[in-house]
């Protein structure tokens, strides 16, 4: 078994996030399943009642006003991970986690747009014949990595 500094971090978040029940139930799985933080881009979030953990006290929220504000606050040797149904994209399921990584999902009308794409260090997809809820994507996303990155959950999870 990593110890917890092999392992690494991740945030996820949302580029131009609209509907705040999906911002809700992507944080509370962000702060079950690990985050080290979470974000949103160019959309504010207000507090939802699908975010019982109230994930928002107990890991950091930043907002970033612009990509831009994204990019230049990566931290340090971070991968940004844009996650989007591309045909460019590498599967999730074969996907080997970066050790630090920041994963981006896309906007429920219109996704994540061909600049922010091309920014992003690295693309991932899930299956499927049309697009998932943002919400389910990014707690699939979670998952997978806490699956092959086990060293996220606290000691007294069983090990996986
Ligand atoms: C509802 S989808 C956006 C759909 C948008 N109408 C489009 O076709 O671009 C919202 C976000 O969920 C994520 N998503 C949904 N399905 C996905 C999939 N199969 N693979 C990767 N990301 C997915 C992406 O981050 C996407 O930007």
């Known amino acids: 078994m990593k110890t917890k500094n092999e392992a690494g971090y991740y945030a996820i978040g949302i580029f131009r996030g609209k509907t705040h029940h999906n911002l809700g139930t992507l944080w509370r799985s962000a702060y079950v399943l690990g985050a080290q933080y979470i974000f949103t881009v160019e959309n504010k979030y207000k507090k939802q009642t699908s975010d019982v953990v109230r994930a928002w ?5 930043f907002h970033y006003p612009t990509f831009d ?3 230049e606050n990566i931290p340090y040797d971070c991968r940004l ?3 989007e149904l591309d045909e460019n994209a ?3 399921h074969e996907f080997e ?3 630090r990584a920041i ?3 896309g906007a429920e009308d219109s996704g994540l747009p061909d600049y922010v794409k091309e920014k992003c260090h690295i693309l991932i997809r899930l299956p499927g014949n049309s697009s998932l809820n943002v919400g389910v994507t990014g707690g699939i996303v979670m998952h997978d990595r806490a699956t092959k990155v086990p060293t996220i959950f606290p000691p007294n ?4």
């Not at 006290?57 to 929220?61: E, G, V």
């Not at 999870?157 to 996986?160: I, L, T, V």
Request: proline share 8%; net charge neutral; no cysteine.
């Open 81 to 83: 991970v844009g996650v």
């Open 157 to 160: 999870h069983k090990e996986m």
């Open 90 to 92: 590498e599967w999730l």
């Open 69 to 71: 504000d994204l990019l």
């Open 97 to 99: 986690h970066p050790k």
């Open 103 to 105: 994963y981006l999902l």
């Open 57 to 61: 006290s107990r890991i950091p929220l």
